[in-house]
């Protein structure tokens, strides 16, 4: 199993940007497949980025490629995620979740196994 906590949520404005961080703890980390999702208020929890073990290879939500940019850190058993320009529309909570499967980049909150508690990002107008 493995454990993920985030951190780096919070209040900005509009045109600002955030970085995300998940830490992981348990199971070795670099064996999981990890990705970002959030969660607005009356909607469904929504797929934005997704990285292979290695970090070589990533996908992306197309409402958030251009802004959007998922990392990780194996030797820190942390991703990232760091969001530019963004917009109130964004506004959510954002989970980090692990995959054990490490040959997809899958987009359905279904392949993935552990999640973290979530991290709230407003962002005003």
């Known amino acids: 199993q493995v454990q993920l906590v985030e951190s780096g949520g919070g209040l900005v404005q509009a045109g600002e940007s955030l970085r995300l961080s998940c830490a992981a703890s348990?199971?070795?980390?670099?064996?999981?497949?990890m990705a970002w999702f959030r969660q607005a208020p009356g909607r469904e929890r929504e797929f934005l980025a997704t990285i292979k073990t290695s970090g070589t290879r990533t996908n992306y939500a197309d409402s958030v490629k251009d802004r959007f940019t998922i990392s990780r850190d194996n030797s820190k058993s942390t991703v990232y995620l760091q969001m530019n320009s963004l917009k109130p529309e964004d506004t959510a909570v954002y989970y980090c979740a692990a995959d054990p499967s490490p040959y997809y980049l899958r987009t359905s909150p279904n392949h993935y196994d552990y999640w973290g508690q979530g991290t709230q990002v407003t962002v005003s107008s």
């Open positions: 348990g199971r070795a980390f670099s064996s999981y497949t």
